[in-house]
């Protein structure tokens, strides 16, 4: 078991694939396969970790099931796939691109209805006007049960759709729908509105884990390198690196201080001048303290990975997954 390696599963099409690999590139971790009839591939570099390429709502239903070690997915499929996601996933970071809202829309020729409280009068009414219940259309069949619930909204049946839901209520399928959107056109273009309190999720792309899998001591030793090169990357991209030249008067030293103090950036000396990581949107004000404490020669610079001691998400899994 210590040798077996990590299985990653990433989604084999569409929009949501085309971002994964572009995010994993970016932190150093560049997929290769998955092309054409292609099932499976690798990380360059990494040999302990095997991918395979699956269908989107697959990757929950193979992390619950502990098949894979780790997927990229969105937190709306997650969620809505597993039985309980909080039991058998845990999802270890969000990932800052497919990013979508879950929400309850109805036409917009329903002027008096902004908010779920109308939405549950109405479906009342329907039934007693129409003798059945007002449809709702979805593919998130768990998540708007478990959201009209938490509403008191009981008297509706879901409508399972398999196209595009926005149309549904212009087709005479359903009355109001539940489906993701990321600007609103598309349901706005269907004459339909978003209710005020019909926010379900704010979903977006996330690194999960599974609680399920056999984690060997080559799997764990993997998802740690993973991880350090995500978070070595995050970190370099919210941090500029400044260095400069000092003549080493008193007055320097005070600056780095308050510098650290004010901005949280980190400093380093040596002989003849320094260094200091500081936030992209300090970076005018840090220049201009550094230049008034007679520091020369002042430069910027990008960094590409910025490594710490401890990894905080590598070490809440695995004492997560070591409690079970």
Same mark, same amino acid.
């Given at each position: 078991?210590?040798?077996e390696?990590l299985?990653?599963?990433?989604?084999?099409?569409?929009?949501?694939?085309? +971002?994964t690999?572009?995010?994993? *590139? !970016?932190?150093?971790?560049?997929?290769?396969?998955?092309?054409?009839?292609?099932?499976?591939?690798?990380? #360059?570099?990494?040999? *302990?970790?095997?991918?395979?390429?699956? +269908?989107?709502?697959?990757?929950?239903? +193979?992390?619950?099931?502990?098949n894979?070690?780790?997927?990229?997915?969105?937190?709306?499929?997650?969620?809505?796939?597993?039985?309980?996601?909080?039991?058998?996933?845990?999802?270890?970071?969000?990932?800052?691109?497919?990013?979508?809202?879950?929400?309850?829309?109805?036409?917009r /020729? $329903?002027?008096? @209805?902004?908010?779920?409280?109308?939405?549950?009068?109405?479906?009342?009414?329907?039934?007693? %006007?129409?003798?059945?219940?007002? %449809? @709702?259309?979805?593919?998130?069949?768990?998540?708007?049960?478990?959201f009209?619930?938490?509403?008191?909204?009981?008297?509706?049946?879901?409508?399972?759709?398999?196209?595009?839901?926005?149309? !549904?209520?212009n087709?005479?399928?359903?009355?109001?729908?539940?489906?993701?959107?990321?600007?609103?056109a598309?349901?706005?273009? &269907?004459?339909?509105k978003?209710?005020?309190?019909?926010?379900?999720?704010?979903?977006?792309?996330?690194?999960? #884990?599974?609680? #399920?899998?056999? $984690?060997?001591?080559?799997? %764990?030793? !993997?998802? %740690?390198?993973?991880?350090?090169?995500?978070?070595?990357?995050?970190?370099?991209?919210?941090?500029?690196?400044?260095?400069?030249?000092s003549a080493g &008067?008193?007055?320097?030293?005070?600056?780095?201080?308050?510098?650290e103090?004010?901005?949280?950036?980190?400093? +380093?000396?040596?002989?003849?001048?320094?260094? @200091?990581?500081?936030?992209? /949107?300090?970076?005018?004000?840090?220049?201009?303290?550094?230049?008034?404490?007679?520091?020369?020669?002042?430069?910027?610079?990008?960094?590409?990975?910025i490594?710490?001691?401890?990894?905080?998400?590598?070490?809440?899994?695995?004492?997560?997954?070591?409690?079970?």
């Open positions: 078991m210590t040798d390696p299985i990653l599963g990433l989604q084999s099409k569409g929009r949501l694939a085309e +971002q690999h572009d995010f994993l *590139a !970016a932190s150093g971790l560049a997929v290769k396969g998955g092309q054409g009839r292609e099932y499976t591939g690798h990380i #360059a570099g990494l040999d *302990a970790v095997e991918i395979i390429f699956l +269908q989107s709502g697959e990757i929950p239903t +193979q992390l619950e099931a502990g894979i070690h780790l997927g990229i997915t969105g937190e709306d499929l997650l969620r809505e796939k597993t039985l309980d996601m909080d039991a058998s996933i845990a999802l270890l970071k969000p990932l800052g691109f497919g990013r979508a809202d879950l929400v309850v829309a109805a036409p /020729a $329903w002027i008096d @209805v902004r908010n779920m409280d109308d939405l549950n009068e109405v479906c009342t009414d329907f039934h007693r %006007r129409h003798g059945r219940r007002l %449809r @709702v259309a979805t593919k998130y069949l768990s998540l708007t049960r478990a009209f619930a938490s509403h008191g909204i009981s008297d509706y049946r879901i409508v399972e759709s398999l196209g595009a839901t926005e149309g !549904a209520p087709s005479g399928a359903a009355e109001a729908i539940v489906d993701i959107t990321s600007t609103g598309t349901l706005s273009a &269907n004459h339909l978003i209710l005020d309190d019909g926010l379900i999720l704010r979903s977006q792309a996330c690194l999960a #884990a599974s609680l #399920a899998g056999r $984690w060997s001591d080559t799997a %764990r030793a !993997a998802l %740690r390198q993973i991880l350090d090169m995500m978070e070595g990357r995050s970190r370099a991209n919210e941090l500029k690196l400044v260095q400069f030249a &008067n008193k007055s320097l030293a005070r600056t780095l201080t308050a510098l103090n004010e901005f949280g950036c980190t400093v +380093q000396l040596d002989g003849a001048g320094g260094s @200091v990581h500081c936030p992209t /949107a300090s970076l005018y004000a840090v220049m201009t303290q550094l230049r008034d404490a007679g520091c020369r020669h002042v430069s910027v610079a990008q960094l590409e990975y490594f710490e001691p401890q990894n905080l998400l590598y070490d809440d899994f695995i004492g997560r997954l070591n409690g079970r």
